[in-house]
């Protein structure tokens, strides 16, 4: 069987509406997981997160995690021990900031039935779009390091976020 792969996306970029649709990817939403407005001092998730989503992956599925920083620490941690092998990241261009805060306020007022993960969300995106971004880039550039060598790692830039995310990972070739 062929391992899946995971991918670790941004809010807001479609993961949850593209798995509505499709049973090629699982959005392991984080929000199943942890209250991360309530939690902010347990950390013991993270590991059963990035856990589950392996096992996911060994089964031959693809899976959407979070790019929260203790997940994507782990996400790294895990593929220095071999755990994993590969990883895609995809991110909103940088440019596109106020289209992504707009998505997440419309999600907000939209989507009752996920409003507390659309708010963190909203909140997030508001507050940190860029940071998170510099963040996650600056990291993926440690990763180049010899501690690192033979995982496979990419970042993805989502350049026009009326597109659906099936496109994006099309023309990416990611499917």
């Known amino acids: 069987m062929e391992k899946g792969k995971i991918f670790l996306g941004f809010p807001c970029i479609g993961k949850s509406k593209l798995c509505e649709y499709t049973t090629s990817f699982i959005d392991l939403n984080i929000s199943d997981f ?4 309530k939690d902010t001092e347990n ?19 693809n899976v959407f995690l979070t790019t929260h920083p203790l997940v994507r620490q782990e996400v790294y941690n895990r593929a220095k021990e071999g755990a994993i092998d590969e990883f895609i990241i995809l991110l909103p261009n940088p440019c596109s900031r106020l289209a992504f805060i707009n998505r997440a306020k419309t999600r907000c007022e ?14 997030n995106i ?18 180049e390091s010899d ?9 993805y830039f989502i350049n026009d976020i009326e597109k ?3 496109d994006v990972l099309k023309f990416y070739k990611l499917i």
Request: aromatic content about 8%.
């Open 110 to 123: 939209t989507d009752i039935d996920d409003l507390a993960k659309h708010q963190i969300s909203f909140e």
């Open 34 to 37: 942890v209250d991360c407005k």
């Open 43 to 61: 950390t013991a998730w993270v590991k059963v997160y990035v856990n589950v989503a392996i096992r996911m992956v060994n089964s031959g599925h």
């Open 147 to 155: 501690d690192y060598k033979g995982i496979h790692h990419d970042i």
């Open 164 to 166: 659906d995310l099936y």
């Open 126 to 143: 508001s507050n940190n779009f860029c940071s998170e971004i510099k963040d996650i880039i600056d990291e993926c550039s440690n990763i």
